[in-house]
C-alpha cells in the first residue's frame, strides 16, 4: 500500500518538475542538457529551487496540498467516541478526556503514541519522514488520484 502510494507521488514529483542541468544553469525537458550532453540532471520545481532526487518534491507537494493530521486532536476525538462526554467525580462533572490528560499526562501519551502506531500499522495514516509527519492515507489517495485524472 505504501509502496503503491510511494510510485504514484514520484510520478507526480517527475511531472511537476523539470529536469535541470546545473553545469550549464538551463532546463533539459528531453532528459539531456542540449549544451553538454549531460543526463546527470537534478529537478528543478519552479518557484521553488532544484535538487537531485524526488523527495524534496514530495515534502513541498504534501506541504502545499494537504493538511497533516493533527494526531492530539484525531486522538482526542478516538477517545471522545469511545468514552462519555462527562466523567462524574462525586459532586462534580469533568469533561473526560481533560481529566484523562491532566490526572496522568504520562499515561494520556503512552496511549496516544500506542493508538498513532495502530492507526500507521491499519494503514489509516502515513507518513513519509519517519512519523514527523502524517498525513490521513484516504486524503492522500484522493490527492494522487486526482492529480493522474
Not at 35 to 41: E, N, R
Not at 77 to 106: A, N
Amino acid at each position: 500500500m505504501k509502496i503503491e502510494i510511494q510510485d504514484k507521488l514520484n510520478k507526480l514529483a517527475l511531472k511537476k518538475s523539470i529536469p535541470f542541468c546545473y553545469g550549464c544553469y538551463q532546463d533539459a525537458p528531453t532528459g539531456r542538457c542540449n549544451i553538454c550532453g549531460s543526463d546527470d540532471l537534478m529537478n528543478r520545481l519552479p518557484g521553488v529551487g532544484c535538487e537531485y532526487g524526488q523527495e524534496w518534491i514530495i515534502s513541498h507537494i504534501l506541504e502545499t496540498e494537504l493538511s497533516p493530521v493533527d494526531i492530539e486532536e484525531a486522538f482526542e476525538e478516538s477517545i471522545r467516541q469511545i468514552y462519555p462526554e462527562e466523567t462524574k467525580v462525586g459532586w462534580m462533572t469533568f469533561d473526560t478526556v481533560t481529566l484523562m490528560k491532566s490526572q496522568d499526562p504520562v499515561s494520556w501519551n503512552i496511549a496516544k503514541s500506542e493508538w498513532e502506531s495502530q492507526e500507521e500499522e491499519d494503514g489509516t495514516i502515513i507518513s513519509f519522514d519517519n512519523g514527523a509527519t502524517y498525513y490521513w492515507y484516504s486524503d492522500l489517495e484522493k490527492f494522487v488520484d486526482d492529480q493522474e485524472a
